[in-house]
């Protein structure tokens, strides 16, 4: 085979993307292995680069230390929670600014917009002080429910409304005397499926890793979430290596799975936000 | 079935119904805050005398903050942070995107997924997998450098010693730039490779009659077809990389680092309203942060403005 001056030779990129691709995978399986050993076989020449059995009284090292099942609970219950609400604002929403004429619809959406561009610090201190005011320090609703106003949430949905409904449709269900909140139900819902797929999935990992938030919120250690959890277990002088390992690697498996099983619908629907 | 006359939507009040939900939250937890950031900057206060013991004090905490050596620091750790972590982003991105796009047909979903998976994954548990990872005489990094330091041509390139990345005030900022290039370089994969797929395959069809050869096609076609994405993309870097948190919180252990080298803006500004109790300091450094990135957004989308039609 000739390999002419401009072309590539066809193994340079298969090398190149290969050795990314294993330099991106590389920091996950030593997580896992890292979870199988215990502290001071984490800490040696050479470090361990296989599976150890160590993984049981890692496991037992870190239920000690945090009611570690509560935490992974609380991630679970304020990530559907989350997930959850946003999909039915945001889809309301969106619906809403896509398929009606209302007065102020151009400032509102701007003002939404606007928001997306403000750096997420800018919030901390506020929050604080509206979630202290409120009574909700320390309880989970403080993190799901202010995130149902995600305005990337109400700029996918109205994206995918305006470019996948037809207005026709709408149109026709109001003249056979369909109610508003039928046509949204019944029409609008199942249309929407693979936007509130991709939305539901967004939300549901921004949920399940945001730290900043329960940082900021949550006080005891019964109602931390797992990001929160982990980061209370890292000491100064007597950190338990293994039992974060293995903490590490529990709250990661979750997001994996999900991520294998749907990354096609993930990154197909992130991009055709993007590109638009 | 049908809810009753006096209960249904019409179509002129259905929008207001239906936005309600997410106006209220909105209202509450998105713009009301802000407002009262901004009010609070002008005031000081310390949390846990209550609310009346807030005092009008004008611009002294503005005045504080920039004469403050701990915020200008901070201010210098997240630029270079920003730059450091940033340009390496697109700068491996855009030809690992090409790489992709142009050799990888059956395995493509699965090496895009590879490369997308750093960015799904919980900062801080990756964070804490790295420190492990740059433990100075344990650690895998050190221990791999170690190795290719071996090679006599890669021996000039590399340190002589096991580097200290976490304790020594000169390397914590390269150990975090680093995780977070490995984080969000494959997101930036998938956006470019979403834009080159916008590209038509005739133009570099009548380029290469034309003789052109591959590198300069992917010089004078790729490139500037990829302009705004590559805007698009740098401006969420530079957002992004002004607000670093997460990464370096769980690498200093949440206080910045020997010498505050590791210390972000918004590490301190967590530090000062959490840590310190100063909550209008806290604030109003929030907006002086806040006016840095609004002007480096702007100067961004300066640099990329079209200049005039375009060849």
Known sequence: MKITSDRLAPWAAYVVVGVGALIMLAPFYFMFVFATHSRTEIFSLPPPLFFGDDFLSNLKILTDRMPFWRNLGWSLYVALASTLLTLLFCSLGGYAFAMFEFKFKNALFGLVMGTMLLPSFMNMIPTFMIMDALGWIDQPKALYIPGAASAFGIFLMRQFVSSSIPKELIEAARMDGCGELSIYARIVLPLLKPALGTLGLITFIASWNNFIGPLIVMRSPEMYTLPLALRSLQSPVNTEWGALMTGSAIATLPLVVLFVLSSRQLISGLTAGAVK | ?311
């Open chain 2, 1 to 311: 079935m049908k809810l009753p006359a006096a209960l249904r939507l019409s179509p002129e009040w259905a929008p207001y119904v239906f936005l309600s939900p997410f106006v209220v939250l909105f209202a509450v937890f998105g713009v009301f805050p802000l407002g009262f950031s901004l009010y609070l900057a002008f005031q000081s206060w310390e949390p846990t005398s209550g609310l009346s013991a807030m005092e009008f004090v004008g611009f002294d905490n503005y005045v504080f903050a920039l004469k403050d050596e701990w915020f200008w620091k901070s201010l210098k750790n997240t630029a270079w942070l920003a730059i450091a972590s940033g340009v390496p982003q697109h700068v491996v991105a855009i030809p690992l995107a090409y790489f992709i796009h142009s050799s990888f047909k059956t395995l493509r979903n699965g090496v895009v997924g590879a490369y997308f998976m750093p960015y799904i994954t919980s900062t801080v548990a990756i964070a804490i997998l790295f420190s492990s990872l740059f433990s100075t005489d344990y650690g895998l990094i050190n221990v791999g450098i170690n190795m290719l330091a071996q090679v006599p041509v890669l021996s000039w390139f590399l340190p002589a010693n096991p580097v200290d990345w976490l304790n020594d005030p000169a390397s914590i900022k390269p150990a975090i730039a680093m995780i977070v290039f490995w984080r969000y370089v494959g997101f930036n994969v998938v956006l470019y490779l979403a834009a080159l797929q916008t590209i038509p395959a005739d133009i570099y069809e009548a380029a290469t009659m034309d003789g052109a050869g591959r590198l300069q096609q992917f010089f004078y076609i790729t490139l500037p077809s990829l302009k705004p994405m590559i805007f698009f993309g740098v401006t969420l870097s530079v957002i992004g990389g002004l607000q670093l948190f997460e990464e370096p919180f769980i690498l200093t252990g949440g206080r910045g680092g020997s010498d505050q080298s590791g210390m972000t803006t918004a590490i301190y500004l967590y530090r000062m309203a959490f840590d310190f109790n100063d909550f209008g300091a806290a604030s109003a450094m929030s907006w002086l942060l806040f006016v840095v990135v609004v002007v480096l957004t702007w100067l961004t989308n300066r640099a990329f403005r079209p200049r005039g039609p375009s060849a």
